[in-house]
């Protein structure tokens, strides 16, 4: 038991200073569909997108939309959806709507329900090459925090590397663990939904200009 322990300590460290060197080591890389032609910025995902535990204008798209001032954010997001049910609802929530750039956040229910990480990473692949298809760029935004969910950082970071699209790291991190920036176990309140608007546009606003 304790050897069990202390490889997956191991295991876990490992995974950290992959994620660190990996994260923080890459270079600005070209992003897919940089001169789209799409007029309006989608926020596609699940609870955390939709703004579960604050009331409605409190969620971050809406503290995105402040930010961005001038261009149109559509909040797309559902709450307790799973990637599947988010790739089931891309036509009508996503490629109808003008998009030229689509923040992807899904994973948070795909591990409470239990689907298989394999799955889940598919789906969203489909997600962005859907989206790619019609001109527009991607963004993944990550919800991991520290080790939890650092598998599915790293495959997403992976993901986005592929298929060149924006990657947004942690969105939740060292709000998971702040009593004071959430309304739950697991979701921000009103200023923790800000913070995480501010690490999403420190994330595009590059590929905005």
């Known amino acids: 038991m ?15 200073i992959f994620s660190f060197v990996v994260l923080n080591g890459c270079a600005k890389r070209e992003i897919k569909n940089i001169n789209s032609k ?8 699940d609870s955390i997108t939709f703004g579960y535990g604050v009331d409605s204008g409190e969620d971050y798209p809406t ?8 261009t149109v954010v559509i909040n797309a997001g559902v709450d307790g959806d799973t990637s599947v049910e988010g790739l089931n609802r891309i036509n009508t929530d996503v490629l109808k709507k003008n998009p030229r750039l689509v923040l992807i956040e899904f994973t948070g ?19 962005i090459e859907e989206i790619q298809r ?6 993944i935004v990550d919800v991991s925090a520290g080790l939890f969910l650092i598998e599915y950082r790293v495959r997403l970071f992976n993901l986005a590397r592929q298929t060149n699209s924006i990657f947004i790291p942690e969105a939740l991190g060292g709000i998971l663990t702040n009593p004071s920036m959430k309304s739950d176990f697991m979701h921000p309140n009103k200023n923790g939904y800000g913070i995480v608007a ?12």
């Open 38 to 45: 799409g007029k309006n910025v989608i926020c596609f995902g």
């Open 63 to 70: 503290s995105l939309r402040k930010i961005l001032s001038n």
């Open 109 to 127: 229910n795909d591990f409470l329900k239990k689907v298989p990480m394999t799955n889940t990473i598919k789906n969203i692949r489909k997600m």
């Open 198 to 209: 501010q690490r999403v546009y420190s994330g595009i606003k590059d590929y905005l200009k």
């Open 2 to 16: 304790k050897k069990n322990k202390l490889k997956l300590a191991a295991f876990t460290g490992f995974l950290v």
């Open 134 to 139: 019609q001109g527009a760029m991607t963004a």
